[in-house]
């Protein structure tokens, strides 16, 4: 089953993103993405937070490069590829989704066409694909019934690379699994998702509630229990921070003992080197031009909010 997306405005085809769970959301549900968490997708998908009309800067130069490389895909395989305006979803589980970028012709497989920037090269040597596209190809054959996938990239805009990936039903199911319970038990039965303590969650609850409280409220005794947790937490994070140090003060004197700017071991290359960096001598500043030093202007104020925690008695 499928519907046309070509008479949809950009607004439509966003809010129409809600009813469902497209290739985008696949690595966010299972814990992948690391620009957005569960929770936050939770929010979008039930009409709780204001949709993003707005583009990234990547995001609007790989929509404008997928015709690029979708074409030089054609080039160099010689395959051919066709635009698909529709947005498929699956026979059992309808709200499983997929709007994909070209269908390959004469071939049960899809085109997934990327950009990347320089310095994610690493992830796409040899055999390797990052593996929040895989698992969002493999989505796509779930939905699409579909038995291998092509994903082509042009990496700093100077480097072509494309390869074929096999279905993979085991990692499909796994997936599948995943998304379908956070659609029934998130979705359908509003259960909030448990926030995660990525930095994309701290980015986000920053964000959306940056202006200051004006209540005093009492939270539940539960939290005595999550607030000890935490504080066995950050002991064991001190101790494991020491032991990481004391690791490392062994690497340096044994180099230092021995003059030297790099180690080679079996298996690993160490440097020890100086690494400058420019800060400003505030002091300086002060003794030298004391009227821009105190001036208002030259310093840039940031707010943010700082969560402090003690115990009462």
Known sequence: MSKSTLEMTHDEWLLDRRRGIGGSDVSTILGLNKWKSAYQLWLEKTGQVELDHTNSEPAYW???????????????????????????????????????????????????????????????????????YLCQVQHYMNVMNYDHAYIAVLIGGQKFIWKRIERDQKLIDMITERLVEFWETNIIEGVEPPIDGSKAASDFLNERYSEEGKEEVRLPESFDELIRYRDEM?????????????????????MGKRDAVIGITPKYVITWKSVSSNRLNKKLLTEKYPEAANDPGIYQISISKRMTIKEIG
């Open 62 to 132: 790989g929509n404008v490069l997928e015709e690029v490389v979708a074409k030089e895909f054609q080039e160099r395989t010689g395959l051919k590829v066709r635009r698909r305006n529709q947005v498929f979803e699956h026979p059992l589980h309808p709200f499983l989704r997929a709007n994909i970028d070209r269908d390959v012709v004469g071939e049960k497989a899809i085109l997934e066409c990327k950009t990347a920037n320089q310095y994610l090269a690493k992830e796409w040597e040899g055999d390797e694909i990052p593996i929040s």
């Open 234 to 254: 950050k002991e064991s994070e001190k101790i494991i921070k020491e032991e990481i140090a004391q690791l490392e003060n062994r690497i340096k004197s044994e």
